[in-house]
């Protein structure tokens, strides 16, 4: 019976942490809540804050190397925005920022082309077959993410197993450079961030209710129609979702172009690392992630908005 159900009317913390937080006037579920937004405090807000700052800074040979972010000494207010004003003057900024969405753009395209029959496939299959294909999808990130995009640079390289298996089917005559190429960036990205473009497609596809095809076929709605009108509208989340799982990490790549890209490659990471660690100049460096970071935050509040409103979409 209902009424034999013990209930469960609190949180399970411990007596002495109960006591501790009523004497400092929290409730208990009131104190769990607030863990996520003290961390995102903690890790997020505040760094953001501190480049935020340091980005109005100028750079100066000292340490640290640029000038008070507080005080008299601190930049006057006509020069506030000279490091902002700077990513527009020189090339080199806007010209990594374009690369650096083309990479993430056309990343993503092929991530989707990939990722969703893959997502299909999985989200068909009897239980045990999908088990052991997610298990296979999840496995690479029990490896370090390093040791693997290392390990394609000598697949890629003209001694590789790419190059020795086309030239063992005679496709082509001699070896390829596809080593430090736009197209060993792109096979380095595709490959780390496919993962997670077929992982949301998956968990909203598998929910999918099977019965309005069966409905659409005995209607006389033909299959890649019914694909068409059905499963890709219903399947929409899944794709919002994972395209911007994929789009917004790879804008700020700095590992994969810089091993698989080789130092001509030009992205945004790259170029923020340079003036941190190269040229010193943290200010400007702050000034590029700040910019980089407006720019994600329109995919970021595009996603929170579809997310919201799948949530509140009648079940």
Known sequence: MASDIPQQTSLPLGGPIRSVLTALGFKPRTAVILVPYLWLTIFFV?????????????????????????????????QLFDNFKRLFHDSLYYKAYLNSLTLAFFSTIICLLIGYPMAYGIARCTPSTRALLLL?????????????????????????????????????????????????????????????????LYANLEKMDMSLLEAAADLGCRPLKAFCVITIPLSLPGIIAGALLVFIPAVGEY???????????LMIGQVVAVEFFQNRDWPMASAVAVAILIILVVPIMAFQYFQNKSQEAPK
């Open 46 to 78: 505040v760094p953001c804050i501190i480049i935020l700052k340091l980005s109005f800074a100028q750079t100066i040979i000292a340490q640290p190397p640029y000038t008070p972010m507080f005080g008299p000494e601190s930049v006057p207010h006509d």
């Open 255 to 265: 590992v994969i172009p810089e091993l698989l890209g080789g130092p001509d490659a």
């Open 136 to 200: 296979a999808i999840i496995l690479p990130f029990w490896t370090s993410f390093l040791i693997r995009v290392y390990a394609w640079k000598s697949i890629l390289n003209k001694e590789g197993v790419v190059n020795d298996v086309l030239l063992a089917l005679g496709i082509i005559d001699e070896p390829l450079l596809i080593l430090y190429t736009p197209t060993a960036m792109y096979i380095g990205i595709v490959y780390t961030y496919l993962p997670f473009m077929i992982l949301p």
